[in-house]
């Protein structure tokens, strides 16, 4: 018999990745890659997805390589807003939801969301490697404030695994495929948003 999920009622949020931050966010690249796997994931284990533009009409849609991605009933909404928090998104979402956020900017969107939901009473994942703003100085502060206030600061791959919990669920194998598939970006992706183990060991002491 398999454990119980330690993240029940899982959500993923992503938080506008939009074509007009692409030149401006710190590492883009990687966060958009970052939430790429996670989106695969999400799609096995059959997790609820919820995507915002901030002000889609100046700032550009949410970049195609994710907006082509994006499972049918994702729950997509633009906002003027900072925080994820708008009707549209709280109407679908599961009040009971643990939610996990990736996105952009770290200390402003990804930040006022984090702190709406767990005023609201969700327990939040913040993913390191999947978030960023524009001047990466802003990221670690972001993240002290954020785990300071309760959300539980993770990497993908960690929440992937916490995900699971018990290598014998049914969908392990694809799991643990897409983390094969994935060893190398992952790699990347830590190397360009966390850094390495001492400098990340700076930011694990929040």
Known sequence: MSAQPRIAHPALFICDLQERFQKAIFQFPAVVATTQKLLSAASVLSVPVFATTQNKRALGDTVPEL?????????????TLFSMCVPEVLEKLDEKATVTIVGIESHI???????????RGHKVYVVRDGVSSCNPQEIPTA?????????????????????????SRPEFK?????????????????????????????????
């Open 109 to 119: 969107c990804v930040l006022q969301t984090t702190l709406d939901l767990l005023e």
């Open 174 to 206: 694809a799991i643990a495929g897409l983390v094969k598939e994935n060893k190398q970006l992952t790699k990347e992706c830590l190397e360009a948003l966390v850094g390495s183990s001492t400098e990340a060991g700076g930011i694990s002491k929040l």
């Open 143 to 167: 993240l002290a404030r954020m785990q300071q206030a309760g959300a539980i600061v993770t990497t993908s791959e960690s929440w992937l695994f916490e995900l699971m919990r018990d290598s």
């Open 67 to 79: 907006l082509k991605n994006l499972p049918a009933d994702t729950v997509i909404a633009d906002k």
